[in-house]
């Protein structure tokens, strides 16, 4: 793939992360004001089933919440996977894609025990901080690959 196509795509993928992760935030503070928090009180499964009954309110507000998550997820493993692939050489990026990924393995695992929970207070605030984390470890990357141009793995400035 030619440099200047890699460097796209991986602007692609950290910016689609930093909206991607500040939806989830957004319809997760939705999910928890509108009181659908436990309309799915299984985890990863939502009522036993992978896409539930949507008719019911509640239950198509905390599915949408996951769906958020999901496709956060996707973008920011896609981020780190760029990274490695093309642009493991420069420290900022791999540092950035790196810590977006293990702040959305512990929020991931902090969302399934807050259903496990019951909501536990601590749990669920919890999980708000390390979303904002995440959430600013994904706009930093964003921010690093439209400032300055990364790092090949030859080292010099990608195209861009």
């Known amino acids: 793939m030619h440099p200047e196509r890699r460097l796209k795509l991986l602007r692609f993928f950290a910016v689609g992360s930093a909206v991607s992760v500040f939806g989830t935030m957004l319809m997760g503070g939705y999910t928890s004001a509108s009181g659908s928090g436990l ?36 973008l920011i493993l896609g981020a780190l996977v760029a990274t490695l692939l093309w642009f493991r050489v420069d420290r900022r990026l791999l540092f950035l894609a790196a810590l977006s990924f293990v702040l959305l393995s512990a929020q991931i695992a902090l969302g399934a025990l807050a259903i496990m929970s019951r909501l536990d207070p601590v749990i669920v605030t919890s999980h708000l901080g390390i979303a904002t984390a995440t959430f600013a470890a994904t706009l930093s990357l964003a921010w690093v690959t439209r400032l300055a141009p990364p790092r090949t793995r030859r080292g010099e400035p990608a195209a861009g």
């Open 39 to 74: 309309a799915c009180p299984d985890w990863p499964l939502c009522n036993n089933e992978a896409i539930p009954n949507l008719t019911v309110t509640a239950i198509a507000v905390e599915f949408a919440h996951r769906i958020f998550a999901l496709s956060a997820g996707a």
